[in-house]
């Protein structure tokens, strides 16, 4: 028996038919992977506008601290097929740091990075301590453990700013007659959004932010106290930049030891050899 021209159209169609769900059922199957379904919605950094401030309510040490860096994200994740877990959060590295306070014709202080300093690294974890290689472990992070049926939704924050006390007096001397005269800061960091699937190790960078946080401060240490130092710059910190391309984050900033940990403290006199104070933690 002879199939008529519209028999023959009509089969054809609904082979077009199944073979059009087996492609939806096949896209079913195959779920993307969580590296092109995680989706960034949206990305908020901020250094805030107030200056830094001075506080001299000790006779020991000046304190000062600095305006906050801040960053949030809001991520989502569609549903994860497998059985996979992963970390969403923020990730620190300092690539520069200049920290100096001078003491008149003595000489200053300087805390220093070493392996930053003399260019053996690019950058240096600035981890918690112990989180590594998170910025911390609260609102900086957020795990999620597949398979999950819905969309997940949250958000990562962070904050850094600087809030040290530094000694009115020469360092390494016993005498705690007020000497400083400037206290010069200033430090860059690249801070990037991350997800790292916790099996594997694969790490996929989200965003790429650079900050910066100078100061300077000068002190006339013949004045009473409470009235010798005054800030001269900058009383409006610049502003993060969002970058359109993201950066590889260096080996250095995934790992120990942590610029807090690797930080020294060095003495460094106007005549005479240098003297490191505080040594490495690590």
Known sequence: MRQ???DARTFLWILFLLNA??????IRCNPKSFRESIMVLEVNCSIDSNPTSIDESSSVVLRYRTPHFRASARVLVPPVAGKETWTVGWIQACNHMEFYNKYGSKGMSSWELPD????KIQAISDSDGVNYPWYGNTTETCTITGPTKK?????VSMNDNFYPSVTWGVPVSDSNVPML????RDQSFTTWLVAINQASGETLVLQTVRWRMKLHIEVDPDKPLGKRARLREPFTQQQPQ???KNEPIPPNAMVKPNANDAQVLMWRPQTGDP???IPPKN
């Open 4 to 6: 008529s021209p519209s």
């Open 151 to 155: 969309d997940t939704k949250f958000t």
């Open 242 to 244: 969002v970058l359109g």
């Open 181 to 184: 005269s400037s206290i010069w």
């Open 275 to 277: 003297v490191m104070v």
């Open 116 to 119: 930053l300093r003399d260019g």
């Open 21 to 26: 769900m087996g492609c939806i059922q096949s």
